[in-house]
């Protein structure tokens, strides 16, 4: 009802033969490990999306206690899931008994195996969303991939006006997704996977959605630093995406 959002990102893969168990089990003995700064790196890109955010929207906005950790689920098949958890202040705007969230994150894409879901508190109900959700639940609403949201998506308003019951009825009867990402093996190889993910999701889409011009010249190589194979993954992922545009 304040605007504030409590967010979780989740990453998931099917254990369904030694090597991807083997994978998780390393990756989640790395997380036990560094925690820290598992969830101080993701915390920075976190912090240039919420920039980039609070530029496009006019409100002021943080990001706060940010966390992350490991779990294994059977819904029946074994899963393993890497879940990042933090608050995100005035994410959504509020007025009047009405909460407009959206414009922050305008521009998302979501690929093939990505789902988003929006929860909201009891007491209020859908007024609209934009585009139109693939399953609407009492208090939820849920759009899958693939889908590229234009600038002006996803839109979602909420109003106390509105009883839950006439939110309610716009899915197909499925169970509410839990906004999980769903990795094939390769997801889990090495933790500088799990990084780029997290930078495609957690601040790539602001630079594809929000982000510089896409006729931007990319850098001379005199100027680009050091040479690929000095850099990680992840920096070298933060490299492509400044050379092209955020894209």
Do not use: K
């Not at 009867?173 to 999701?201: F, N």
């Amino acid at each position: 009802p304040d605007g504030d959002a409590a967010w979780a990102i989740r990453y998931r893969v099917r254990l369904d033969d030694e090597n991807d168990t083997a994978a998780f089990d390393s990756l989640e003995a790395d997380v036990a490990e560094n925690r820290s700064a598992f969830a101080s790196r993701f915390a920075d890109r976190m912090e240039r999306t919420v920039r980039a955010a609070e530029n496009a929207t006019g409100r002021e906005m943080a990001v706060r206690n940010v966390s992350v950790r490991t779990e294994r689920q059977e819904i029946p098949q074994r899963y393993g899931v890497l879940v990042y958890e933090f608050e995100w202040t005035n994410f959504a705007a509020v007025d009047d008994g009405s909460i407009r969230a959206g414009d922050a994150i305008g521009g998302l894409f979501l690929d093939e195996s990505t789902s988003l879901t929006v929860h909201w508190p009891d007491g209020y109900g859908l007024q609209s969303a934009d585009p139109d959700p693939d399953d609407v639940g009492s208090t939820s609403a849920t759009w899958r991939g693939p889908r590229d949201f234009t600038p002006e998506q996803p839109r979602i308003v909420l109003s106390t006006a509105v009883s839950t019951t006439d939110g309610g009825g716009g899915g197909d009867g499925a169970p509410e997704d839990d906004g999980s990402i769903v990795g094939t093996p390769a997801t889990w190889i090495g933790l500088a996977g799990l990084v780029v993910l997290v930078v495609v999701l957690g601040a790539g889409f602001w630079w594809r959605g929000r982000g510089a011009d896409a006729s931007t010249p990319a850098e001379p190589a005199s100027e680009a630093g050091p040479p690929d194979e000095l850099l990680s993954n992840e920096e070298r992922v933060l490299r492509l995406l400044e050379q092209h545009g955020g894209r």
